[in-house]
């Protein structure tokens, strides 16, 4: 089980890291975050490459595909509401000519339908591919896990009879289910996530920063320097939850496999009440940190939201006091509305991870 084993180190690296390259920090601290990110792919990669190298690229292959119609569900707004405020402008314009070329003559109001229900149709693919790579990435990390739980049992249970005398086997059964479980859905499944909401982020950034540049670098400084602030402040303190977890559950595991699996010893030495003291310490400083777990995986969520929707208003005053007119704001409005939704949602799930 070595190969299981040495690796177990990555297990509470997982999520922590991730908004580190928004931080303004020195080039050392840069270099560090660097490594430990390359070294975490490296370390996830080698676990999983022995299962296929053609899935975890299929699964790559999703993700990207999520991003693009990510990017096209929220783009697939904007002619609709650009008839909607005006249809005599967009047919006057460079953007309208392109579109109206691909359609057959028709009024402003079969325009406005056709328009709106290109959107439907947009978003409504955009979510089912959304779907699609979420049950995928799912699929490959249950399959993966069950997999690593076959291969771990069978290296075990090819060890001789004296590597079984050394060890207990709570912790053997522990790495088995317990630590294989926590790899895949708090390093494997956290990472391919990441990928596919890092892929999605950047693509509606860059749709943003076509339609609004100003307002799309603005965002990104604004939003990032907070998500920033908010992990430095609330990162040693999920250090210290994560590091009590790991420590607890394991606890919990090892007394109740003990007094279960020794109950004829316990119940002659009348010795129950002993490891139940020891269990009932272990269950209530895992209640404890279950917790405190809102406090950091929602705390970024309930200020970003008035942050962010407060950045909006701003935007459309800013434009309506430099003249722009309604029609023209519109359009914009719509698209950044549903980019800045889309990148709030994405950061807020780093944060929770």
């Known amino acids: 089980m070595s190969f299981l084993a040495d690796n177990w180190q990555i297990l509470p690296v997982a999520g922590r890291h991730a908004p580190i390259f928004l931080q303004r920090v020195t080039r050392t601290a840069l270099s560090r975050f660097i490594h430990n990110v390359f070294d975490l792919i490296r370390r996830v990669l080698f676990l999983a490459r022995p299962?296929?190298?053609?899935?975890?690229?299929?699964?790559?292959?999703?993700?990207?595909?999520?991003?693009?119609?990510?990017?096209?569900?929220?783009?697939?707004?904007?002619?609709?509401?650009?008839?909607?405020?005006?249809?005599?402008?967009?047919?006057?314009?460079?953007?309208?000519?392109?579109?109206?070329?691909?359609?057959?003559?028709?009024?402003?109001?079969?325009?406005?339908?056709?328009?709106?229900?290109?959107?439907?149709?947009?978003?409504?693919?955009?979510?089912?591919?959304?779907?699609?790579?979420?049950?995928?990435?799912?699929?490959?990390?249950?399959?993966?896990?069950?997999?690593?739980?076959?291969?771990?049992?069978?290296?075990?249970?090819?060890?001789?009879?004296?590597?079984?005398?050394?060890?207990?086997?709570?912790?053997?059964?522990?790495?088995?289910?317990?630590?294989?479980?926590?790899?895949?859905?708090g390093v494997l499944l956290p990472l391919l996530d990441s990928v596919a909401r890092v892929l999605t982020a950047v693509l509606l950034l860059a749709t943003l920063f076509l339609v609004q540049p100003v307002i799309a670098i603005s965002a990104a400084i604004v939003l990032g320097g907070f998500y920033v602030t908010i992990f430095r402040l609330l990162a040693r303190k999920r250090r210290e939850v994560d590091e009590n977890l790991r420590i607890s559950l394991g606890g919990l595991f090892r007394e109740a496999q003990q007094m279960l699996g020794g109950i004829k010893p316990v119940k002659v030495h009348s010795a129950e009440e002993h490891f139940l003291n020891r269990f009932a310490k272990h269950s209530a400083v895992i209640a404890q940190m279950y917790a405190r777990l809102p406090v950091f995986t929602n705390s970024a969520r309930y200020f970003v939201e008035p942050l962010a929707f407060g950045g909006l208003v701003v935007a459309v005053l800013l434009l309506a006091a430099r003249g722009r007119d309604f029609s023209d704001i519109l359009p914009n409005l719509g698209v950044m509305a549903l980019a800045v939704i889309g990148c709030c949602l994405r950061s807020n799930w780093f944060m929770r991870s």
């Open 51 to 185: 299962y296929g190298r053609a899935k975890l690229g299929a699964v790559f292959l999703l993700s990207l595909a999520q991003a693009l119609f990510q990017v096209i569900g929220i783009t697939s707004i904007f002619p609709f509401l650009a008839i909607a405020a005006d249809p005599e402008r967009i047919r006057h314009s460079h953007f309208g000519l392109r579109f109206l070329a691909l359609l057959p003559p028709m009024s402003n109001r079969e325009l406005l339908i056709t328009a709106g229900v290109i959107a439907i149709v947009g978003l409504l693919a955009s979510n089912a591919v959304n779907l699609l790579a979420e049950y995928a990435r799912t699929r490959y990390a249950q399959n993966f896990a069950h997999w690593l739980r076959v291969r771990l049992l069978r290296r075990i249970a090819s060890q001789p009879y004296t590597y079984f005398l050394q060890r207990n086997s709570s912790d053997l059964l522990k790495k088995i289910v317990g630590d294989v479980m926590n790899y895949t859905s």
